[in-house]
């Protein structure tokens, strides 16, 4: 096997043969402005008409052309986040935007552009170096939805799996905050309020446990039974992982009986958020406390009923829905484990 060792050559990168078949020499990696160009020039030369092209030197008005349009391919993003905050900081800006009235778009604007890059969990480090977290009280006060629900978004985005700002909506209070704003807001803002409140604890001790304790297994419950099925299916979401990871979480869902929540979501009518709804019920269920079992086999409540029509619907009959079927099936199993509860003078007789 022939050997190669040429400082150029990148281990296991494609090679390129001419129209004779013979490699392509790999130019050496650029450096600069300069050699860039060259990289680009010499790994075309073999396409280039007979007679080839001749390099020489760049003159210094080139160089300024071509380094003034790369920079203008690029974005200084410390700066557009600075830009963002001062807006969004800016409360006699913030609080003329009155209840009903569309987004200026000043305001608009400074959203959507540090929406672009925060995903990024260095740039959104950056957005709390820079002050950002100030924004979040300025906008949770606004009157307008519009801000509110904006605020959620970019809250949620910058927390997604990311400790140190996690940690950051703890130091501001917003978790408290928010948990506060879900018991009001209502459909689209609802539903970006609990993913801010998701994106801000799952993953993270402090921000779970400080949820459990301000009182959130009771908001997390009511918002489960909300109109709206985004705001249902976020809400399913986290209910289901704090279910999962916490047991004094489990045993708050249990006494608010969200049971009965579900049963009453799924009789409703099959959408979006049914299969995350039936999710909840096995993980309830494991276990066996006999508290939800009495629940789940409450006469009143109808369970068995509810979920073997639910089984018959016609979306559930392909194999795209398997897992709702199987959350279904599932709990259908306590019915045949458990002896049956009567309803004596409207009492359940256990």
Avoid: W
């Amino acid at each position: 096997m022939e050997s190669s060792d040429r400082a150029d050559h990148v281990a296991g990168a494609l090679t390129y043969t001419d129209s004779n078949g013979q490699p392509i020499r790999q130019p050496r990696q650029p450096t600069n402005l300069q050699t860039l160009l060259r990289y680009a020039m010499e790994a075309t030369k073999a396409e280039d008409a007979p007679g080839g092209s001749e390099l020489t030197p760049m003159d210094e008005e080139r160089r300024r052309f071509l380094e003034e349009a790369l920079k203008s391919l690029t974005v200084d993003i410390p700066k557009v986040l600075q830009r963002g905050i001062k807006i969004l900081t800016n409360t006699e800006l913030m609080n003329s935007v009155q209840l009903g009235q569309p987004i200026p778009d000043d305001i608009r604007a400074a959203f959507n552009n540090m929406m672009e890059f925060v995903d990024d969990i260095d740039v959104a480090n950056d957005f709390q170096k820079l002050g950002g977290f100030a924004v979040f009280p300025i906008c949770y006060g606004s009157e307008n939805e519009g801000i509110r629900t904006r605020a959620s978004e970019l809250l949620a985005e910058v927390c997604q799996n990311n400790p140190q700002c996690q940690a950051r909506v703890l130091d501001y209070g917003l978790l408290n905050v928010l948990l506060h704003l879900a018991n009001s807001e209502k459909g689209h803002a609802l539903a970006k309020c609990i993913l801010a409140i998701s994106s801000a604890t799952r993953e993270f001790d402090p921000g779970c446990r400080e949820l459990i304790a301000q009182g959130g297994c009771d908001t997390l419950s009511n918002a489960l039974a909300h109109p709206h099925v985004a705001a249902r299916t976020k809400t399913a979401f986290l209910i289901r992982y704090l279910c999962n990871n916490y047991p004094e979480a489990k045993e708050k869902f249990i006494q608010h009986n969200i049971v009965k929540i579900i049963a009453e979501q799924i009789k409703a009518g099959r959408d979006g958020s049914s299969e995350h709804l039936l999710s909840i019920l096995p993980i309830l269920l494991d276990g066996d406390d006999s508290t939800v079992v009495q629940q789940c086999r409450e006469p009143s409540l109808n369970l068995k009923k509810i979920l073997e029509d639910h089984l018959k619907h016609p979306e559930l009959q392909n194999d795209d829905f398997i897992e709702e079927k199987e959350y279904c099936q599932a709990i259908l199993k306590i019915f045949d484990s458990y002896p049956q509860m009567e309803v004596v003078n409207n009492e359940v007789d256990r």
